[in-house]
């Protein structure tokens, strides 16, 4: 079955460095997103994109963040320049923007844990 | 302000025992999804929830909607530690495809 894959599944680094996160959505999939959960609390918004653009994004979401589909296959994530509260898990999610049966249903990768030290 | 709200945020419960997960969010919407969520893992998809009345089961898990009340319900019957997780309402407000999030429910259930 196609799954969303996530690489690193676990990143540290400094505060100040920038990192990127890797993902591989499900290969039919139009739609991508990221999510981040800090440790122990709800898993919150940060963008959308399709068709080579963001759609949507969250407060969250600032300056510091950057999306980009650099190929047909990778959706990345960069942090410019990291702070300790960028600490958390990044989940990547695809969907293929249909409406079969009603449902859009988004699939999520296995997270990337950023731990900024 | 689109908000999503669970109740409780923790519950412990004994094996065979029944109960209800509430969510309630803030803002007309047709689409409720519940999610586990294991320690350490990604955020596996139990139900969609489409129309106000609709009611889907799968296994112990049952979950219902009611779009008048923004009200939808996780309710379990006969726990078994399996089920032990976090649970995740999310809606999707305005078609947008931004899911917005409950603060989950740790459920523990002891043998």
């Known amino acids: 079955e196609p799954e969303v894959t996530q690489t690193p599944s676990h990143q540290v680094t400094q505060m100040g460095q920038e990192v990127i996160l890797r993902c591989v959505p499900i290969?039919?999939?139009?739609?991508f997103y990221w999510y981040r959960q800090i440790l122990g609390q709800k898993v919150e918004f940060l963008v959308s994109?399709?068709?080579?653009?963001?759609?949507?994004k969250s407060e969250i979401f600032d300056d510091q963040f950057s999306v980009e589909r650099p190929d047909g296959s990778n959706f990345t994530l960069k942090i410019r320049s990291t702070k300790l509260e960028d600490s958390a898990m990044y989940f990547c999610a695809s969907s293929d923007g249909s409406w079969q049966g009603g449902v859009h249903e988004q699939y999520f990768g296995p997270g990337t844990r950023l731990t900024v030290t | 302000e689109l908000k999503v709200e669970q109740n409780p945020l923790f519950l412990s419960m004994q094996e065979g025992k029944n109960y209800t997960i509430y969510c309630n969010y803030s803002t007309t919407s047709d689409r409720l999804y519940w999610y586990r969520q294991d320690p350490g893992k990604s955020l596996e998809s139990l139900f969609v929830?489409?129309?106000n009345g609709a009611v889907k089961q799968e296994g112990r898990l049952m979950a219902s909607l009611d779009t008048k009340a923004r009200l939808s319900t996780l309710h379990i019957t006969a726990a078994v530690h399996d089920l032990s997780a976090t649970y995740f309402c999310?809606?999707?407000?305005?078609?947008?495809?931004?899911?917005?999030w409950g603060a989950g429910t740790k459920l523990i259930i002891k043998p």
């Open positions: 929830l489409l129309s």
């Open positions: 290969s039919n999939h139009l739609y």
């Open positions: 999310a809606v999707d407000f305005d078609s947008n495809y931004q899911l917005i």
């Open positions: 994109f399709y068709n080579n653009e963001i759609s949507e």
